[in-house]
C-alpha cells in the first residue's frame, strides 16, 4: 500500500490463497480496498448456525437501535425472522430511516419502532409490559469520553440509571435474557464513561437470579466506522483536504468491525446461562497514528507529503492505551474461541447500592463535581 501510493499507482486486493483453493473465490476477483483491510488480519465470521433457532418465535427488544452497534444488531436479528423486534431509541431521524432500511431489506418482517428514552421508567415499563420480550439487548448509551467528562450528570442519567430501568423492567415482566453491551474502557476506568459502564456492568451482575431473568455483559474495544468515532474523522478530514488529527503519535486501540462485534454479541448472549462478563477477542491493538497513514494510503495519496498529520495532545479522561481486562480479571475460554469470560473485579458490590443512592441525589440537584467524588468512592481509579 505504501509503495503503490508513493508511486500514485492505484491498486486492488486479491482474495486470500486460501478462498482460491475452496473455489470460494477466482484470482480475477479483484475488489478496491476497504477500512477493515486496515486491521492487519482477516474479517472474522462466527459459526452462527445456532442462532436460527434461539431466534425462532422470540420477541426481541433492541434499545438503542439507531445507533451504530445497535443498527447492526437490528439488522443481523431481523435476518433471523423472529416472531417480533421492537426497535426502541430517542433518535427520530435514526429510527425512521433504520425502519425504511429494514422494510427494504426484509419486507413483512414484524417489527415495531418505538421513539422513547431509557431514562423514562414509564415508557420503559409500558412497552416492555405489552410486548414481552423474551430477549433485551441493550446498546442504548452515551459513549464518548470528552463529551461525558464535560457533562458527568448525563453519563449518570442515561448510562446508570437508563440500565436500571432496563434492568428492574426486564426482571419486573420476566424477559429470559438481558444483554448489556459494554466497553474496554470499563476496565480500569480512568474516565466517567468508563466507570458508567462498569456500573451497568455491576447492575447486570447484581439482578442475575438462577430462577428470574438472565442478566449478562459484552465487553469489546472500538469498532470501526461508528458515528463520531476516529474512522469517520479520518475520512472527512482527507476528504477536506487535511490536517487529519491525532491526539498523540503513541495511542494504540482495539478495533473490530461493526457486523463482527454485533455477531460476536449475538453468540455470546445465545451462550449465557446467566451472571456472565464475556470479553471479546480484539486482536492486537493498532496505532492510531498508523490508522491514519494507512487511511490516507487508502486513497491513493502520501502521508506528510500531499496531507498532513497533527497532534493535538490526549484529551479529558483519554488513555494512550486501552486494555480489555483489568489486572485483578482473568480470561477464561469458552466454546467459541473469540469469546472470553471473566469475572467483574472493579470494585465492592457491596457499596453499589449506597453509592446509587448518592449519584442519584447527585444528578436530581446537578453536582457534576459531587457525582465524580461518589464515582471514585466506588471506582477509586477515576481521575479527579
Same mark, same amino acid.
Given at each position: 500500500?505504501?509503495?503503490?501510493?508513493?508511486? $500514485?499507482?492505484?491498486?486492488?486486493?486479491?482474495?486470500?490463497?486460501?478462498?482460491?483453493? =475452496?473455489?470460494?473465490?477466482?484470482?480475477?476477483?479483484?475488489?478496491?480496498?476497504?477500512?477493515?483491510?486496515?486491521?492487519?488480519?482477516?474479517?472474522?465470521?462466527?459459526?452462527?448456525?445456532?442462532?436460527?433457532?434461539?431466534?425462532?418465535?422470540?420477541?426481541?427488544?433492541?434499545?438503542?437501535?439507531?445507533?451504530?452497534?445497535?443498527?447492526?444488531?437490528?439488522?443481523?436479528?431481523?435476518?433471523?425472522?423472529?416472531?417480533?423486534?421492537?426497535?426502541?431509541?430517542?433518535?427520530?431521524?435514526?429510527?425512521?430511516?433504520?425502519?425504511?432500511?429494514?422494510?427494504?431489506?426484509?419486507?413483512?418482517?414484524?417489527?415495531?419502532?418505538?421513539?422513547?428514552?431509557?431514562?423514562? $421508567?414509564?415508557?420503559?415499563?409500558?412497552?416492555?409490559?405489552? +410486548?414481552?420480550?423474551?430477549?433485551?439487548?441493550?446498546?442504548?448509551? #452515551?459513549?464518548?469520553?470528552?463529551?461525558?467528562?464535560?457533562?458527568?450528570?448525563?453519563?449518570?442519567?442515561?448510562?446508570?440509571?437508563?440500565?436500571? +430501568?432496563?434492568?428492574?423492567?426486564?426482571?419486573?415482566?420476566?424477559?429470559?435474557?438481558? +444483554?448489556?453491551?459494554?466497553?474496554?474502557?470499563?476496565?480500569?476506568?480512568?474516565?466517567?464513561?468508563?466507570?458508567?459502564?462498569?456500573?451497568?456492568?455491576?447492575?447486570?451482575?447484581?439482578?442475575?437470579?438462577?430462577?428470574?431473568?438472565?442478566?449478562?455483559? +459484552?465487553?469489546?474495544?472500538?469498532?470501526?466506522?461508528?458515528?463520531?468515532?476516529?474512522?469517520?474523522?479520518?475520512?472527512?478530514?482527507?476528504?477536506?483536504?487535511?490536517?487529519?488529527?491525532?491526539?498523540?503519535?503513541?495511542?494504540?486501540? #482495539?478495533?473490530?468491525?461493526?457486523?463482527?462485534?454485533?455477531?460476536?454479541?449475538?453468540?455470546?448472549?445465545?451462550?449465557?446461562?446467566?451472571? =456472565?462478563?464475556?470479553?471479546?477477542?480484539?486482536?492486537?491493538?493498532?496505532?492510531?497514528?498508523?490508522?491514519?497513514?494507512?487511511?490516507?494510503?487508502?486513497?491513493?495519496?502520501?502521508?506528510?507529503?500531499?496531507?498532513?498529520?497533527?497532534?493535538?495532545?490526549?484529551?479529558?479522561?483519554?488513555?494512550?492505551?486501552?486494555?480489555?481486562?483489568?489486572?485483578?480479571?482473568?480470561?477464561?475460554?469458552?466454546?467459541?474461541?473469540?469469546?472470553?469470560?471473566?469475572?467483574?473485579?472493579?470494585?465492592?458490590?457491596?457499596?453499589?447500592?449506597?453509592?446509587?443512592?448518592?449519584?442519584?441525589?447527585?444528578?436530581?440537584?446537578?453536582?457534576?463535581?459531587?457525582?465524580?467524588?461518589?464515582?471514585?468512592?466506588?471506582?477509586?481509579?477515576?481521575?479527579?
Amino acid at each position: 500500500m505504501r509503495e503503490c501510493s508513493e508511486a $500514485k499507482v492505484a491498486f486492488r486486493i486479491v482474495p486470500r490463497v486460501k478462498e482460491i483453493i =475452496e473455489g470460494k473465490a477466482q484470482v480475477s476477483t479483484l475488489r478496491k480496498p476497504r477500512v477493515e483491510d486496515l486491521l492487519g488480519r482477516p474479517v472474522v465470521k462466527s459459526d452462527v448456525s445456532e442462532l436460527k433457532d434461539f431466534f425462532k418465535g422470540k420477541t426481541v427488544m433492541i434499545t438503542g437501535a439507531a445507533g451504530s452497534i445497535g443498527s447492526e444488531l437490528s439488522r443481523q436479528v431481523a435476518a433471523y425472522s423472529p416472531k417480533l423486534i421492537i426497535f426502541f431509541d430517542w433518535w427520530e431521524n435514526g429510527l425512521c430511516e433504520l425502519q425504511l432500511e429494514l422494510t427494504k431489506l426484509f419486507p413483512g418482517f414484524k417489527a415495531k419502532f418505538v421513539i422513547g428514552n431509557v431514562q423514562d $421508567k414509564g415508557k420503559v415499563e409500558s412497552v416492555v409490559k405489552k +410486548v414481552k420480550p423474551n430477549y433485551i439487548y441493550h446498546a442504548a448509551a #452515551y459513549k464518548h469520553v470528552p463529551a461525558m467528562e464535560d457533562s458527568p450528570e448525563e453519563a449518570v442519567k442515561n448510562n446508570v440509571f437508563g440500565t436500571l +430501568v432496563m434492568a428492574t423492567a426486564a426482571k419486573k415482566y420476566k424477559v429470559e435474557k438481558f +444483554v448489556i453491551v459494554s466497553t474496554d474502557k470499563a476496565a480500569h476506568p480512568k474516565n466517567v464513561m468508563g466507570a458508567t459502564k462498569l456500573i451497568t456492568e455491576a447492575i447486570g451482575r447484581k439482578m442475575n437470579s438462577k430462577k428470574g431473568t438472565k442478566f449478562m455483559a +459484552v465487553r469489546f474495544g472500538n469498532v470501526l466506522g461508528s458515528h463520531g468515532s476516529v474512522v469517520p474523522i479520518f475520512e472527512r478530514q482527507i476528504q477536506e483536504g487535511g490536517p487529519l488529527t491525532v491526539t498523540d503519535k503513541r495511542m494504540t486501540r #482495539y478495533f473490530m468491525t461493526i457486523p463482527e462485534a454485533a455477531q460476536l454479541i449475538l453468540k455470546a448472549a445465545s451462550m449465557g446461562k446467566g451472571g =456472565e462478563l464475556f470479553v471479546l477477542d480484539m486482536g492486537t491493538p493498532i496505532k492510531i497514528i498508523e490508522l491514519a497513514e494507512n487511511m490516507i494510503r487508502l486513497h491513493g495519496i502520501v502521508p506528510y507529503k500531499d496531507i498532513e498529520i497533527v497532534f493535538t495532545g490526549i484529551r479529558k479522561g483519554e488513555k494512550l492505551h486501552e486494555k480489555l481486562i483489568n489486572s485483578r480479571e482473568k480470561l477464561l475460554a469458552t466454546r467459541e474461541k473469540r469469546i472470553f469470560m471473566t469475572e467483574s473485579l472493579g470494585f465492592k458490590m457491596t457499596k453499589l447500592s449506597g453509592v446509587l443512592r448518592l449519584l442519584k441525589s447527585d444528578v436530581v440537584t446537578n453536582k457534576p463535581l459531587k457525582i465524580r467524588r461518589h464515582l471514585r468512592e466506588l471506582i477509586p481509579t477515576l481521575s479527579k
